[in-house]
């Protein structure tokens, strides 16, 4: 097959990062500026014009469209004949969104062009990227804040990579633990979600809506206050074992990785929770997590139902 290339997936970050290698690969700094060009659906001419144009000072040209879902019928079928027939010199880069995939003129550029998948990793594959990022930095990070950074940012790779470089920016001592990440990744929402925790508690809805309301000011997004709330619920499980177990203030501190001032403040809140409570909530954490990934509610729906539902729980 020739060196053309189909990026599809719903991972922005991973499209961009694909993208990128390609450049790197087929061009050196020196040639970028003469031999690459990005270009959206619109400007097919343009595109064309490109893809037929020989390199200059270079072996090959890489022209990249972007956006290719938006592409038009007439626009797919000039891109499928000259990939039926493509320069050697030119290196084509659609990429698209996932819902491409489902589209007829996926199945027959796919057939003509190399498939690279930009799909939103799981999160195992999150947590070793995090793992292998700190360990080129030569950075400790346990395997707590580890799982802390993924609860509360999900598979969202952007804002991933955007909360790891914040915490080698501010961590001085080379160890990141469970207290940094909730102190530079969650800082700008904890406490938010904590009154938000209140407001269910005392079953305030329109109290809780206008935190909601405050958080989306804040650009945070669904995905992310699920994470807030489910690492919430998940501390308050784990204090509850502890506490049944006979362990104080002290060893929950240790065990949590906070200070015994934050873990105070935690297990007077673990009080409001019983077993069936802590079920009910993560049943509804879960639920809203699944319906959001397969589409089955709007982000925005998803949520405010949740709110509803953990507020009658």
């Known amino acids: 097959m020739s060196e053309n290339y189909l990026i599809v997936g719903d991972d922005d970050h991973i499209r961009e990062v694909e993208t990128t290698k390609l450049k790197d690969k087929f061009l050196s700094p020196d040639e970028v500026e003469l031999s690459y060009s990005v270009f959206t659906p619109e400007n097919i001419d343009e595109i064309s014009d490109s893809m037929g144009t020989l390199p200059f000072l270079s072996d ?3 022209v ?16 499928i004949s000259y990939l039926e027939k493509p320069l050697e010199t030119t290196v084509l880069v659609l990429s698209a969104a996932g819902s491409f995939k489902k589209s007829k003129a996926f199945r027959k550029l796919s057939a003509l062009a190399n498939v690279i998948s930009a799909d939103k990793p799981d999160p195992a594959t999150i947590k070793n990227w995090i793992r292998t990022f700190f360990k080129k930095e030569g950075v400790e990070i346990s395997g707590e ?3 802390l950074i993924v609860e509360l940012k999900g598979t969202d790779t952007i804002g991933v990579k955007e909360e790891l470089y914040k915490l080698l920016n501010y961590v001085d001592d080379k160890k990141i633990g469970i207290e940094q990440v909730e102190q ?10 904590f009154k938000m925790v209140d407001a269910i508690n005392i079953r305030d809805a329109a109290w809780c ?11 945070k997004q669904p995905q992310e206050i699920i994470g807030y709330l489910s690492w919430y619920i998940r501390v308050i499980q784990k204090i509850t074992l502890l506490t049944g177990k006979g362990i104080g203030l002290e060893g929950i501190s240790s065990e949590l ?19 069936n409570k802590i079920k009910r909530w993560t049943s509804l954490l879960f639920t ?10 709007t982000a925005d729906l998803a949520i405010d139902m949740l709110l509803v539902g953990l507020i009658n729980s």
Do not use: H, W
Request: charged share 30%.
């Open 145 to 147: 804040a580890v799982e």
């Open 209 to 219: 809506f206008r935190i909601l309301s405050d958080l989306y000011d804040q650009k």
């Open 257 to 275: 990785g906070y200070s015994q001032a934050y873990a105070r403040r935690l297990m007077s809140q673990a009080n409001k929770y019983p077993v």
């Open 60 to 62: 090959k040209r890489v």
């Open 64 to 79: 990249v469209v972007k956006e290719a879902e938006a592409l038009s019928g007439e626009c797919t079928e000039t891109i």
């Open 184 to 193: 530079l990744v969650g800082r700008s929402v904890t406490e938010s979600i």
């Open 288 to 297: 809203t997590d699944r319906d959001i990934k397969t589409g089955r509610k």
